[in-house]
Each structure stands twice: as structure tokens, then as C-alpha cells.
């Protein structure tokens, strides 16, 4: 873990011991923007992002009694505070959060049996997330689904770079298994 990551873990660690609102607000700065970015790749509007971003900031303030620096570092806890709310306004169809895309429904629709499989392959991908740690959980997902480079992943989180790739790597060896296992358990 790098120097600054510590120094991160530390002011968390005043949060929830002392309610230090100093502490906080480094937090807050260096972190609210970095969210926003996050939650922005994910595909929310800027007034969106901005929203949760400011929501995801407040629980950290909440339940930085929860944090755990034996478990994750202060960014992998805070990102994946970010990434759940963004879950959570998905789940409760929260339309406002994510633009629609001007070209959608123009291209050509796909046959039922293409969508019956592409659902099926998402379900089974989603199914095989859920068994990784939150750690591997979320660098896979800011690798894949965000197209972050590991180099931009380790930056963003405050991990080193070959930290990021072990857990990318042993996330993707679990959910190959995983997704093997359930294939062969459906044939």
C-alpha cells in the first residue's frame, strides 16, 4: 500500500473515531470528484453523478465506523460505497440517473433467441460477480465494464499496480470457474 493510501486510511480512520471534519473534508476533496468520475464512465449524467457522488460522501461520513483498513484500503471502501448506490438507483429505476442515447433503437432488432441468450449470459455473469470479493469485484468492473487501465484503476483506488493485477487476474480465474461449473451444471 502506497504512503498516501495510508494517509487516506488514516484520516477515514479519524472519521470514524472522532468525527474529525477536517479529516472528512480532505477526504471529501480528494475523493467526491474521483466518484463523480466513476459513476460518469458508468454511464450517469453529470448532474447525476454529482448527486450520488455527494449521497456516496455523506454515507462515508455515516458509516465510517464500518471501515475496516484490515479489509480494504479507504478508496476500494468508498468506491464500492459509490458503486452499490449506483446499484441500488439502477434497481429502483431511477430513469433521471443515465441519458438515453440519441441512436438507441435506431439500429436493427435483434431475433428473441439472441436476447433470450444475451440474458442468460448476463444473469450467469452477474450470478458469478456476486462470489468475488469486493476488492476483485470492483477492479474487474473498472477494468471491463468502464475500460479503466490498470494503471488508471491502481491511481484511482491507491493500490499498487500489481495488486490490481493479481486481483484482476484471480477475479477472472474465479468467475471462469464459476461460469464453467454453472455451464456444465445446465447442460
Given at each position: 500500500?502506497?504512503?498516501?493510501?495510508r494517509?487516506?486510511?488514516?484520516?477515514l480512520?479519524?472519521v470514524?473515531?472522532?468525527?474529525?471534519?477536517a479529516?472528512?473534508?480532505e477526504?471529501?476533496?480528494?475523493?467526491?470528484p474521483?466518484?463523480?468520475?466513476?459513476?460518469?464512465r458508468?454511464?450517469?449524467?453529470?448532474?447525476?453523478?454529482?448527486?450520488l457522488?455527494?449521497e456516496a460522501m455523506l454515507?462515508?461520513w455515516?458509516?465510517a465506523h464500518?471501515?475496516?483498513?484490515?479489509?480494504?484500503?479507504?478508496?476500494?471502501?468508498?468506491?464500492t460505497?459509490?458503486?452499490?448506490?449506483?446499484?441500488d438507483?439502477?434497481?429502483?429505476?431511477s430513469?433521471?440517473?443515465?441519458?438515453?442515447?440519441?441512436?438507441?433503437?435506431?439500429?436493427?432488432?435483434?431475433?428473441?433467441?439472441?436476447?433470450?441468450c444475451?440474458?442468460?449470459?448476463?444473469?450467469?455473469?452477474?450470478a458469478?460477480?456476486?462470489?468475488?470479493?469486493?476488492?476483485?469485484?470492483?477492479?474487474i468492473?473498472?477494468a471491463?465494464?468502464?475500460?479503466?487501465?490498470?494503471?488508471?484503476?491502481?491511481q484511482?483506488?491507491?493500490?499498487?499496480?500489481?495488486?490490481?493485477?493479481?486481483?484482476?487476474?484471480?477475479?477472472?480465474m474465479k468467475?471462469?470457474?464459476?461460469?464453467?461449473?454453472?455451464?456444465g451444471?445446465?447442460?
Open positions: 500500500m502506497t504512503s498516501s493510501a494517509a487516506y486510511d488514516g484520516l480512520s479519524r470514524a473515531q472522532t468525527r474529525d471534519r479529516a472528512f473534508a477526504l471529501f476533496e480528494h475523493y467526491a474521483r466518484v463523480k468520475t466513476l459513476l460518469m458508468s454511464g450517469s449524467t453529470p448532474s447525476a453523478a454529482e448527486e457522488a455527494q454515507l462515508v455515516r458509516k464500518m471501515f475496516d483498513p484490515a479489509r480494504a484500503s479507504a478508496a476500494a471502501w468508498i468506491f460505497i459509490a458503486r452499490n448506490l449506483r446499484i438507483n439502477l434497481r429502483r429505476g430513469s433521471t440517473l443515465y441519458e438515453l442515447d440519441p441512436t438507441f433503437g435506431m439500429e436493427e432488432p435483434q431475433q428473441p433467441d439472441a436476447i433470450l444475451g440474458a442468460e449470459d448476463a444473469q450467469r455473469i452477474r458469478a460477480m456476486r462470489t468475488l470479493n469486493p476488492e476483485q469485484a470492483l477492479a468492473e473498472m471491463f465494464f468502464q475500460e479503466q487501465t490498470h494503471a488508471q484503476i491502481s484511482t483506488l491507491g493500490v499498487p499496480l500489481g495488486t490490481i493485477k493479481a486481483r484482476i487476474r484471480f477475479g477472472m468467475l471462469r470457474a464459476f461460469i464453467e461449473r454453472d455451464a451444471a445446465s447442460a
